[in-house]
């Protein structure tokens, strides 16, 4: 058998977890254009992180002797023993956690503070952003790129791994099919186009995001459709839509129909993640795209 090769090794070994096994992101689909994507971890790979903490922090080379008159005497000299904050374990779990950037109060100025904000102080605004918890583990925050007097605004749900890595969103194998869809209409991101997300911040494991984050980041997105005025909304997932009209939506129920926003007409329709995940819905959204079209015609 072969011995440890580190201490590291020594103690996942006495925790009895064995190799660490890292299982690929896997997709979530739904039925409503919704691009979460899972990534599941190992149950041992949180166990095995720790156990590399632990093995970096010193460890005694002896049992400390008891000390004569006991826990009396230790209280006197020490003060109360607390069970685990008498170890470095405590001292250092209680570094780690305040090493880690955390989300801030809430702020009731903060919506008043931010619809009065122009375009350079308002992408700076999103880039600090410590409103809710997706600032604790994003790499950066995501404000929106294109034409920042484009007539067409499309919204999605939120940064996924790359986006949160580029800072831009739609980009990777979903920007792609997004480019080629905008193609087909005459468009692309960058001319006519404004391109933006529900979230700002990339939700851990690419989740859906939760209703207090979507809430905490609206009046970012509110801020940059005052700016860009569009003649158009595309929503591009049921997290986008339900941001933009307020309620619940479901994707296959919303399709052809036109909302309102603040008196901007939304078509709903479904995520390019989704249709990477779901090819046979290519045809229906090239159809919400022809839609669209219609709408600004009309709008003309």
Known sequence: ??????????????????????????????????????????????????AAELSSAPMPSHRPQARAGGDA????EHGPRTGLAQSGFAAHTESAHA?????????PERPKRIATLEWDALEAEIRSCRA???????????????????????????????????????????GRLLDNMLAALALQRGANVYIANAVKCRPPHNRTPEAAEIGSCLPYLERQIELVKPRLLLALGRPAAQALLNTEISISRARGRIFDY?????????????????????????????????????GS
């Not at 995520?271 to 959204?285: C, S, T, V, W």
């Open 262 to 298: 603040k008196g901007i007409p939304v078509v709903v329709s479904y995520h390019p993640a989704y249709l990477l995940r779901n090819p046979q819905d290519k045809g229906k959204a090239w159809a919400d795209l022809c839609f669209a079209r219609k709408v600004m015609q009309q």
């Open 99 to 107: 090493s880690r950037p955390a989300a801030n109060m809430p702020d």
């Open 73 to 76: 005497a230790w209280s006197r």
């Open 1 to 50: 058998m072969r011995r440890p090769s580190s201490r590291r090794d020594a103690i996942i070994r006495e925790m009895g977890l064995g190799p660490v096994w890292r299982l690929r992101s896997a997709a979530r689909e739904t039925d409503d254009g919704s691009t979460a994507v899972a990534e599941m971890p190992s149950p041992a790979a949180p166990a095995a992180d720790a």
């Open 132 to 174: 809710c918890v997706l600032c604790e583990q994003r790499k950066q925050a995501v404000p929106g790129v294109g034409d920042r007097e484009a007539d067409w605004m499309l919204v999605g749900e939120g940064p996924g791994r790359e986006e949160d890595q580029r800072g831009e969103p739609f980009v990777g194998q979903a």
